[in-house]
């Protein structure tokens, strides 16, 4: 019996990318709120919302990138 098949590792293996990282700053609903902000106010007035969060990381939220 081969205990280690893919389907056992799938099924064992934490998933810890995103917002499941222990060291995250932010999560998927944060995301989706600074992507609603984007369109109505401007961008250094989202980077005072989220000090936790470089400017960059906020541009790459915004642009999709992240």
Known sequence: ???YTEEN???????HSGSNNGRAKVTEEDVKKIRELALTISKPEIYKLYPQLSSTSIRNIIDRKT
């Open 1 to 3: 019996m081969d205990v």
């Open 9 to 15: 590792r799938k099924k064992h293996k934490p998933d």
